[in-house]
């Protein structure tokens, strides 16, 4: 919901910093409010909340790819963030839960997730929850100066 957007910022903030890339963070309300609540959302979002005041303690945000082999979308979970002192307490996996129904809502085939590579704690808890390790596809990307390079290049 909109009125989240302040402490959704908030733990997209601290995962950047968790995941050492804090500098790089670029992420705005407004760009959440544009983004998430546009006439064309591109991301949805749940929070965990604990506390009298309704605190977020964790979030999970995740998009739709609209279809892949099987014709069904697909749920990406790009992060689920739950703070250091709510860790195995639950928070993470009433986030996934309320993700999966979502999936489960849509009519997903699959869904998806990365993990931070040296995160042992994180792998641990997927495998808990049924995830499974991707060992068939490997990711890769490339940065806007890449991106560039290969767009000029010749055709």
């Not at 909109?2 to 903030?13: F, K, N, S, V, Y």
């Not at 979502?102 to 995160?119: F, K, S, T």
């Not at 991707?134 to 010749?154: D, Q, V």
Request: include cysteine; charged fraction near 30%.
């Amino acid at each position: 919901m909109r009125q989240d957007i302040p402490e959704l910022l908030r733990l997209m903030r601290a995962l950047a910093r968790f995941e050492g890339y804090a500098e790089a963070f670029a992420v705005t309300a407004r760009d959440l409010e544009e983004r998430g609540f546009g006439p064309q959302p591109q991301f949805r979002a749940k929070l965990s909340t604990e506390g009298e005041l309704g605190r977020a303690i964790g979030m999970a945000v995740y998009y739709l790819v609209p279809f892949t082999f099987d014709l069904r979308p697909t749920l990406v979970l790009k992060e689920l963030y739950v703070e250091e002192e709510w860790r195995a307490r639950g928070a993470g996996e009433l986030l996934l839960r309320a993700v999966a129904r979502d999936a489960q809502r849509l009519g997903c085939g699959h869904m998806r997730w990365d993990v931070l590579n040296g995160n042992a704690g994180a792998e641990r808890f997927y495998r808990q929850q049924g995830g499974r390790r991707e060992e068939y596809w490997l990711a890769y990307r490339m940065e806007a100066g890449e991106i560039g390079k290969l767009a000029e290049g010749r055709d």
